[in-house]
């Protein structure tokens, strides 16, 4: 169903979770090409997180999704992809440096980029630190580095600060190719860095 | 390192990190020499008998607990904390989410309940007993026990949280043990019309496993808190040793927990 050369490829997608009276996202189409960036904007409670948890394969969804060429799940497309959640405690009980580490072992040739993402994010001098020491910077910059670790082919960044380190990464990615989708509910400088936006509105895209 | 090894790894650096799991480990211990201490208070076989008897309640209710605490937020806490969805969306799939929290936990509880046995076991080497091998028999029948009740939490915690899913753990360990109990007052003719009930109950439920040890030490009411005397009607059960059918019953009961493990996370949202 991807077109060729296309990395992420929705179309009317509807995502609703065990329960929910409404579905968090509902009829969000998209298309993503390699180098190309996409700012997923929106309030809080629009569906940006639930819209790339979706196509992540992270929650259920209706819909047609395929992702590097591959359907949402699909084994073909897994170690391709770079994730970095929001919050705080999704490393929790690791040091940073096992953190990323963990993700690197599970991206092809990831092992031994561990210390490139480190340093990369800005966390060379905390990469034996325990998670729980960080601050909200340094849990931003961990997510930042676990997305990047292993330059994967796509890069998804999930409230990420707008630091230097951060649009920095954005461009190198898509420089080198990747393409680059982020939610964000404050974007700042994240929108010219991306290119593309587009805005949730009760998970709707406007 | 494999995929899988590496994030099997991964938790176990987080549960050995944990100061509840440090806590019971180091009390469990302590408790295995104080059982030690116990037993140098007495003589003979009584002494013996004494070291056992300990060995046995720490064993198994220390590590039930442990067990329980385990299995209970295997999934549930990962699932809503971020991690799973870390990993997830990092490259692996929910089977080896699965694969990595339950194999984990399995390695960790194995490793605690050595380390508990080790110490019994210098126990007796000290007391001039030599090795006990009726309690290292004993010993890996009460692990085969504790893991039937930690998958079983731990295939709850899919879908609940973390104290519904020690209940159920706990429950599904007390089945386990009714089912072998009654299946022996069966065998005795103590249940009288509920035989068809009992005999179903024994060949469709997870069982434990009953070491020679244990089965010795109750049929002389000499277990204490690990195996007290069962008694129905004012008869007393004597509960025999398991055989090597269910041992391979309990690893089968054991398989199917974890591919329930498995099933419960298949379509769960991970945060």
């Known amino acids: 169903m991807s077109g060729s050369g296309t990395v992420v490829e929705a179309e009317d997608v509807e995502v609703r979770y065990h329960g929910g009276p409404e579905p968090a996202v509902r009829g969000?189409?998209?298309?993503?090409?390699?180098?190309?960036?996409?700012?997923?904007?929106?309030?809080?409670?629009?569906?940006?997180?639930?819209?790339?948890?979706?196509?992540?394969?992270?929650?259920?969804?209706r819909g047609r999704a395929a992702v590097l060429g591959a359907p949402v799940g699909d084994p073909a497309a897994r170690g391709r992809i770079g994730y970095g959640p929001q919050?705080?405690?999704?490393?929790?009980?690791l040091r940073v440096r096992e953190a990323v580490a963990a993700l690197a072992?599970?991206?092809?040739?990831?092992?031994?980029?561990?210390?490139?993402?480190?340093?990369?994010?800005?966390?060379?001098?905390?990469?034996?630190?325990?998670?729980?020491?960080?601050?909200?910077?340094?849990?931003?910059?961990l997510s930042l580095a676990l997305a990047i670790v292993g330059d994967p082919d796509l890069v998804v960044l999930d409230d990420p600060w707008v630091l230097s380190d951060t649009l920095r990464e954005i461009a190198a990615a898509r420089a080198r190719g990747a393409a680059v989708l982020v939610a964000a509910q404050r974007p700042g400088g994240l929108g010219p860095a991306l290119g593309r936006r587009m805005t949730l509105v009760d998970g709707v895209a406007r | 390192m494999t995929r899988l090894a590496g994030l099997v790894l991964a938790q176990l650096r987080r549960l050995s990190r944990r100061h509840w799991i440090q806590v019971g480990v180091a009390a469990g211990i302590a408790l295995a020499v104080v059982a030690v201490a116990v037993a140098a208070t007495h003589e003979g076989s009584v002494r013996e008998d004494s070291?056992?008897?300990?060995a046995a309640?720490?064993?198994?209710?220390?590590?039930?607990?442990?067990?329980?605490?385990?299995?209970?937020?295997?999934?549930?806490?990962?699932?809503?904390?971020?991690?799973?969805?870390?990993?997830r969306?990092?490259?692996?799939?929910?089977?080896?989410?699965?694969?990595?929290?339950?194999?984990?936990?399995?390695?960790?509880?194995?490793?605690?309940?050595?380390?508990?046995?080790?110490?019994?076991?210098?126990?007796?080497?000290?007391?001039?007993?030599?090795?006990?091998g009726p309690l290292a028999v004993h010993t890996l029948a009460v692990l085969l026990g504790l893991l039937i009740a930690m998958l079983a939490a731990a295939a709850a915690s899919s879908i609940v949280g973390p104290v519904a899913a020690g209940i159920f753990g706990g429950a599904i360990?007390?089945?386990?043990?009714?089912?072998?109990?009654?299946?022996?007052?069966?065998?005795?003719?103590?249940?009288?019309?509920?035989?068809?009930?009992?005999?179903?109950?024994?060949?469709?439920a997870p069982r434990t496993v009953t070491s020679p040890m244990i089965a010795d030490l109750q049929l002389r009411n000499e277990a204490g808190p690990a195996a007290p005397r069962v008694e129905i009607n004012d008869n007393t059960v004597i509960v025999?040793?398991?055989?090597?059918?269910?041992?391979?019953?309990?690893?089968?009961?054991?398989?199917?927990?974890?591919?329930?493990?498995?099933?419960?996370?298949?379509?769960?949202?991970?945060?």
Not at chain 2, 58 to 84: C, E, I, K, V
């Open chain 1, 105 to 141: 072992a599970l991206r092809p040739g990831g092992r031994g980029a561990t210390d490139d993402a480190l340093a990369r994010a800005g966390l060379s001098y905390v990469g034996y630190w325990r998670t729980s020491r960080l601050d909200a910077e340094g849990s931003r910059r």
């Open chain 1, 87 to 93: 919050g705080e405690r999704f490393a929790s009980g």
């Open chain 2, 89 to 132: 969306g990092g490259g692996a799939s929910r089977p080896e989410l699965v694969a990595g929290a339950v194999a984990s936990r399995v390695a960790l509880l194995a490793a605690v309940v050595a380390a508990w046995a080790v110490v019994l076991q210098a126990g007796s080497l000290v007391l001039g007993m030599g090795l006990d």
């Open chain 1, 28 to 61: 969000v189409s998209l298309t993503l090409a390699p180098g190309e960036g996409l700012l997923v904007s929106g309030s809080a409670g629009s569906g940006k997180t639930s819209l790339l948890r979706g196509l992540l394969g992270l929650v259920e969804h």
């Open chain 2, 173 to 204: 360990y007390v089945v386990a043990q009714a089912a072998v109990n009654l299946k022996a007052a069966a065998d005795q003719g103590l249940i009288g019309t509920a035989d068809v009930g009992v005999r179903i109950l024994y060949y469709v």
């Open chain 2, 51 to 54: 070291l056992r008897r300990g």
């Open chain 2, 240 to 271: 025999p040793a398991a055989g090597w059918d269910t041992v391979g019953w309990t690893i089968a009961w054991c398989v199917l927990l974890g591919l329930l493990c498995a099933a419960g996370l298949r379509r769960r949202p991970l945060n």
């Open chain 2, 57 to 87: 309640a720490l064993l198994l209710l220390g590590g039930l607990s442990l067990a329980l605490g385990l299995g209970s937020a295997a999934l549930n806490l990962d699932a809503q904390s971020g991690h799973f969805g870390m990993l």
